[in-house]
């Protein structure tokens, strides 16, 4: 039968892992896959997730299976960290999910279920998964614009305009902050119109939120998202905890469905348990333990986020580092959008042409669309980013 298969695409994420694996120049520069490293290219344990494990080592006194849909206790923390008091805590069924992909995934899966013919609108660019989970999942795809090449900044009319396509039945995904790729944002005022029209649209919101608390702080970051939740009657929400808790291979995310009538959040919360049993049975628990610990003490609360805080600022550093640099070898203002733009990532704008010379000539590792992770950047390596960028005549 094996014969049958066909072979599946790499994306281009894991595509630049692997060649950045196997290069063997000892100088390479890994700006690739979005994870966080810390000045000498580690990315740590955070000190809160380390202080609960301990704790949890001394006190777990089983390892049963947790409920299908996850800890009820997650599920509150994690729903206090992410909508606040946006909407009634009744108004939002939820599970934990293997990471904020396993959320995507079910989402799309309950999508399906409720509308075999919607339409899932997302933003071009977007996170290469998730084209290809609305694809592998059987939806009908589209997109609307989000990133003006020119400015290097957000393509606010083009994205109202594409917005208008959207209506009864379709899902508008949007990302809560931090865009991955481009590290473009909507402003506040951006996110109201955007979220107004979405809303009139009859379409509904979906928002993945992968990196709270690495943009502009836990509550700045989170405004789109309580926007969406409070203004539209219904939406989805899928939220990662493998960045801004550090628990990458903890596999530690959560859906949301929410809705203000009780019969639809009643059923999301059946449909989404039935999906948690069909995918995988119960769902991983360690990680979701400790982000509980951690948020309901706090002591360890207080100890998380003074190191996200001490994240994000470093992050904020590099850019502002970067784009100095730039303005300095350049004499001009053309990458200051690097310090503008939030999260992780930034799109240089460039072509993969000249990503690919960057990683010949520099051992230079981003996506081919030019996206750079910036946290994988240091002091030291900033300067050699920035003449590289230049010599290659970015
Ligand atoms: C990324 O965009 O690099 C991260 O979200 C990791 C991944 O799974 O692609």
Redesign the pocket.
């Known amino acids: 039968m094996f014969e049958a298969l066909k072979e599946q695409p790499v994306d281009k994420?894991m595509l630049t892992a692997q060649a950045y694996r196997a290069d063997p120049r000892a100088e390479k520069i890994d700006l690739g896959?979005?994870v966080y490293k810390d000045a000498t290219g580690l990315t740590p344990v955070m000190r809160a997730v380390k202080a609960a494990e301990k704790k949890l080592w001394e006190i777990e006194n089983t390892k049963v299976y947790t409920a299908l849909a996850g800890e009820p206790a997650f599920a509150d923390a994690m729903v206090g960290l992410v909508l606040g008091d946006a909407v009634p805590r009744a108004n939002v069924a939820a599970v934990a999910t293997p990471g904020g992909?396993g959320a995507v995934r079910e989402a799309m899966e309950l999508i399906k279920m409720a509308n075999p013919n919607a339409r899932v609108f997302i933003s071009d660019p977007s996170?290469p998964?998730h084209a290809a989970i609305v694809d592998y999942v059987g939806l009908k795809r589209m997109s609307y614009r989000y990133f003006d090449e020119a400015t290097r900044g957000l393509d606010f009319d083009g994205l109202m305009e594409d917005l208008k396509q959207a209506g009864e039945g379709d899902v508008v995904l949007l990302h809560g902050c931090c865009h991955?790729p481009t590290g473009a944002n909507p402003t506040e005022a951006q996110w109201e119109a955007i979220v107004a029209a979405v809303v009139a649209s009859g379409a509904l919101p979906m928002v993945d939120i992968?990196y709270q608390g690495f943009g502009d702080g836990l509550d700045a970051d989170a405004f789109a998202t309580r926007l969406v939740a409070s203004k539209a009657s219904e939406c989805l929400i899928a939220a990662s905890c493998s960045k801004n808790f550090g628990i990458y291979r903890e596999r530690t995310g959560i859906l949301m469905g929410v809705s203000n009538d009780a019969t639809g959040t009643k059923l999301a919360q059946g449909v989404m348990t039935a999906l948690n049993r069909l995918n995988f049975s119960f769902p991983p628990d360690h990680g979701a333990r400790l982000v509980t610990m951690i948020l309901t003490d706090p002591e360890l609360t207080a100890m998380w986020k003074e190191e996200l805080e001490e994240v994000r600022l470093s992050m904020l550093g590099l850019r502002q580092r970067l784009a100095d640099e730039l303005k300095r070898l350049t004499n001009s203002d053309r990458f200051d959008f690097l310090a503008q733009h939030r999260g992780m990532f930034s799109r240089l704008g460039t072509t993969p042409e000249l990503v690919q010379k960057l990683r010949d000539d520099h051992a230079i590792y981003m996506i081919s669309d030019s996206r750079m992770n910036i946290a994988g950047l240091n002091t030291k390596t900033v300067p050699v980013l920035a003449a590289a960028i230049v010599k290659a005549g970015i």
Do not use: D, Q
Request: proline share 0%; glycine share 12%; net charge neutral.
């Open positions: 994420i896959v979005g992909t996170w998964n991955n992968a």
